[in-house]
Every structure is written in structure tokens, then in C-alpha cells.
């Protein structure tokens, strides 16, 4: 089924075509499971692009153990921050690490998993979004939130979501202390935004909750304006990810913007070949509208 990706879009600052190299360069690093080699290559490949586009980042480095062994495992979350003296933000989040294996696969649930989609397509959306943060106008900041972690699993009983949970009780801790200067107003999570057949609904919990209700509302109204038919105006699935622990620790409301109905979901295709660049582009376009948006 062909879809109409932009009509009349004034976001053209954004390239689907310049976003989909970066899923791609993304994955020849290879799989990127928290603690590897791979995830640090990443790590540092992202911090120098971002900084060269004219961002501050830091780093929010934790240790787990992991749960086989015992053994102490590096992870870091990465803050990017545009226009640091604006104390009103919004904070766009993506993980990017990605499950140690594809274990949905029918034939190879040990094998090599890239996550091109689960793991790669919300991080490339914000590397492109990254050219027009500069001249963004208006009062409010950005900050991108790249979460380690996400999934780090290897059995049912490990915790999901383990960058953002860390995250959301800083930043709770350091607002109740009265150590932050800024305030996040609401938040977006990128999530297996690439697929080649495209289809955001509202996720359920986003849809439900009263506070993040006018985020989803204000995004999809975005998304109608431009003639982005990928974003779906009804809600279909529930999904539990990254937004929790921000809404319901941090208190940040934070809608998931997540294409969950993906063939290839934690399998050995999850691939750039199952992505494509006007994907890319149908969401951001919309959250590069959105932006500029804010008020």
C-alpha cells in the first residue's frame, strides 16, 4: 500500500535520505548490547557527531551486574542539549543499545542482531534532526536523551528499561533537591520508527494518561497538518517502554511515537533492508515541525 510520506511539509530541513546513511552507518558497528566494544564505538561515533552539529553532551554513566554472572557491566545515557540557557525543555529519547539476540527468531534465536529498527531508527532520526537544532527560534530548549539498557535481557525475569529508570530517579532526585535549573515541559520517545510499512497508532498508555493526552494530541494534530498519513489518529497497542519510568518517576509527560506491529521485531531481519528513508522522514519532519512549534 503506497502512503502520501509529506504534503506540502515545511520541515524540508529534514532528510530522509541523510537519516537512513546514519541507520546504515549505524549498523556496520554491528550488534550494540550494552557493554560491548560495539556500543562503545557507537557511544563515542554519536557524542562527536553531535558535538560537531553544535551540542553539549555528557554522559550519565551506571554499572549493573549481570544477572548470569555477576560481573559488572558499563552503561551511559547520553544528554544532548541545544540552547542550554533556556530553562523551559523538551526532552525527544531514544535507546540505543540493542537485545543481545534476536530470540523471536524462528530459526536463529542466538544469531546476530542488529537492530536497525529496534535500536537504530529512533538515534538516526535524532543525528539528522541534529542540523536544525541550532537556528531552532522560540523560548524552549531541546535536550535528546539517548537511553543504555532498554533491553538487556536474557531471560524473562531481567528488568527492562534499565537507562531510563536511571535517568528518571536523577532527575526526580535533583528536582526535589533543587539542583536543576531547568524543567522538562513534556517529552517524546522514538521507538521502531523505519519500517518500510510504516504505521504509528497511539500507544495506549500515552492516549490515557491526562497529561501526556495533549502531547499525542498536539503531535498527531502535526502530523494531519502536513499530510503524514504514517501517524495513525487512534490508539491500538499498549506497549511498555521508555516513557514509563519517565512519566511515572520523573513525572515528565511523555508520549511513545512506536510502529509495534514490525514482522521482523527481535529477529535476525531487523535490518537496514527492512527500513527505509521516507519512514524516516514522515516522523521526522513531524517532530522537526513539532519543535518549532513550541510555545
Known amino acids: 500500500m503506497a502512503r502520501l510520506a509529506i504534503a506540502d511539509a515545511p520541515a524540508a530541513a529534514f532528510s530522509g535520505e541523510r537519516a537512513m546513511k546514519h541507520l546504515e552507518g549505524i549498523c556496520e558497528l554491528g550488534p550494540r548490547p550494552s557493554g560491548s566494544a560495539a556500543m562503545d564505538r557507537q557511544r563515542a561515533m554519536l557524542a562527536q557527531h553531535f558535538r560537531a552539529a553544535g551540542a553539549t553532551v555528557t554522559g550519565q554513566a551506571f554499572q549493573i551486574r549481570d544477572r548470569r554472572t555477576g560481573k559488572p557491566v558499563h552503561m551511559e545515557n547520553l544528554v544532548v542539549s541545544w540552547h542550554p540557557d533556556r530553562t523551559d525543555r523538551v ?41 536544525a537544532m541550532p537556528a531552532l527560534q522560540g523560548p524552549v530548549g531541546v535536550d535528546f536523551v539517548l537511553f543504555d539498557g532498554e ?47 510504516l504505521e504509528i497508532w497511539q500507544e495506549q498508555h500515552s492516549v490515557d494518561w491526562p497529561d501526556t493526552r495533549p502531547v499525542v494530541d498536539s503531535i498527531w494534530d502535526v502530523a494531519r497538518r502536513l499530510g503524514v498519513r504514517q501517524f ?64
Not at 99 to 123: C, E, I, M, Y
Not at 161 to 172: D, E, N, V
Not at 241 to 252: E, F, Y
Request: aromatic share 10%.
Open 91 to 131: 526532552l525527544l529519547a531514544a535507546h540505543y543499545d540493542t537485545r543481545p539476540f534476536p530470540d523471536n527468531d524462528p530459526v536463529d534465536p542466538r544469531g546476530v542482531f542488529l537492530g536497525a529498527n529496534d535500536g537504530g531508527s529512533g538515534v538516526a532520526v535524532l543525528m539528522e534532526l541534529a542540523a
Open 232 to 295: 495513525v489518529p487512534r490508539p491500538k497497542h499498549a506497549v511498555q517502554d521508555d516513557h514509563l519510568p519517565l512519566r511515572m518517576i520523573a513525572g515528565i509527560p511523555t508520549c511513545d511515537i512506536i510502529d509495534f506491529d514490525y514482522p521482523q521485531w527481535h529477529t535476525t531481519a531487523d535490518a537496514p533492508a527492512a527500513c527505509s528513508a521516507e519512514s524516516l522522514a514522515a516522523v521526522g519532519s513531524v517532530m522537526l515541525e513539532w519543535l518549532r512549534e513550541q510555545r
Open 151 to 197: 533491553e538487556y535481557v536474557f531471560t524473562p525475569r531481567d528488568p527492562y528499561f534499565l537507562g531510563s529508570t536511571f535517568f528518571a530517579r536523577q532527575y526526580a532526585a535533583d528536582r526535589k533537591a533543587g539542583q536543576l535549573p531547568h524543567a522538562y515541559r513534556c517529552g517524546a520517545l522514538l521507538d521502531m520508527v523505519a519500517d518500510r510499512d
